[in-house]
């Protein structure tokens, strides 16, 4: 039942195009389009009726800045709505960022839920927007998956995206409207829980990915890598080379990132003991910190010594780093600063049980 995808390069403004249409349980025929400014308040209200005012973005609350990010020509908002009367049910969004895209998880409104909407508007609107000319130089599509919600897991399941890590407490949900950003104040902890990290990965990113990859000899780092090679055909031609090597070891070059209101760091690169030393008390007040080291022979010394220092691996990112068009893989390990993670039982598919058994096992023994 998908239409034709006109030619103009951005539907915004064509209000009753749908680019695709789907049939609800019950019968009733939706259709799907972009998102327009207009849409804003619907969409506000619909956030509200499901999160009250606990969603992790308190920015999503705020009229204006809706408008803004629906009107960003790097956002494709798909929104669902019943064709009878055109009342939205629902919408999610599609975040373009170079040659990385981010989904957001779909949200519906509750009189809509149990009829398969969320599914539709989630999976239907990913798969047929990532085909479109303006999607041809994305190499992914990333998002971040409540790990308490099996919906949404089967979601991206469908849509073919690979799970490649787990996160303990990495959601933080709560009334954030009143919180003043500061330059080095996070939003406390919350109302935390498990996320599940996927990816779906186009054909141009095994292109330009280096198949030669470097990892620390290490019993942890190696159950990750082949959890994901399991999930991706595409690895199986690898050059696989672990090593252990002095911590010290070549040279550092990193990059720091922060989200204010999830509370996270992201560290990126090679870095040495006494950079980390002064990276772990600048940021000892955050709640999670994560680095991502390349599958390089010099990522092999930052491995080393993240497992140090504490941290624990909670994940396998391919493709992730881009060294002048050459894509590397990353590992991904987490740190607790507060030891503020608590152990959330992840209620998940078969195939993330492996992912949640190992970090229960890394982090609550």
């Excluded at 919600?149 to 849509?159: L, S």
């Excluded at 992201?266 to 006494?274: D, M, W």
Aim: aromatic fraction near 16%; include cysteine; proline fraction near 4%.
């Amino acid at each position: 039942m998908t239409q034709t995808i006109i030619k103009k390069p951005l539907l915004y403004q064509e209000k009753d195009y749908y680019f695709q249409k789907f049939v609800s349980k019950h019968g009733d025929e939706y259709g799907l389009r972009f998102g327009i400014p207009q849409d804003a308040e619907v969409i506000l209200k619909i956030f509200k009726e499901i999160y009250q005012y606990n969603y992790a973005y308190p920015l999503i609350y705020d009229i204006d800045y809706l408008r803004k990010e629906l009107s960003n020509q790097y956002n494709f908002w798909f929104v669902g709505e019943l064709i009878e009367n055109k009342e939205i049910a629902g919408a999610g969004l599609l975040k373009k960022k170079r040659y990385i895209a981010h989904a957001s998880q779909a949200v519906v409104k509750k009189k809509f839920q149990g009829q398969g909407i969320t599914a539709k508007i989630g999976a239907a609107g990913l798969i047929t927007v990532t085909k479109m000319p303006q999607f041809k130089n994305v190499l992914r599509v990333d998002s971040e998956v409540r790990g308490l919600k099996i919906g949404a897991q089967k979601m991206f399941q469908h849509a073919r995206a690979v799970p490649y890590g787990l996160i303990p407490s990495y959601i933080n949900y709560g009334d954030k409207r009143h919180f003043s950003i500061d330059d080095n104040t996070p939003v406390p902890p919350l109302q935390e829980e498990p996320a599940i990290l996927y990816s779906i990965i186009f054909k141009n990113l095994w292109k330009k990915r280096d198949r030669t990859v470097y990892l620390l000899d290490d019993e942890d780092v190696i159950f990750f890598y082949n959890y994901v090679k399991k999930m991706s055909n595409n690895m199986n031609e690898d050059i696989l080379i672990l090593d252990r090597c002095n911590k010290n070891k070549n040279y550092e070059l990193y990059g720091v990132s922060k989200d204010f209101y999830e509370g996270r760091v992201n560290f990126y690169g090679y870095i040495k003991e006494k950079s980390l030393n002064y990276l772990l008390q600048v940021y000892n007040k955050w709640r999670i910190i994560l680095w991502k080291i390349p599958t390089t022979k010099n990522g092999i010394s930052s491995m080393a010594l993240a497992i140090d220092k504490g941290f624990k691996i909670v994940g396998y990112d391919i493709g992730f780093n881009n060294i002048n068009w050459t894509l590397f893989d990353s590992v991904i390990f987490a740190y607790y600063p507060n030891k503020s993670n608590h152990f959330v039982k992840p209620i998940c598919l078969d195939d993330i049980k492996p992912l949640a058994n190992k970090i229960r096992e890394l982090f609550y023994p």
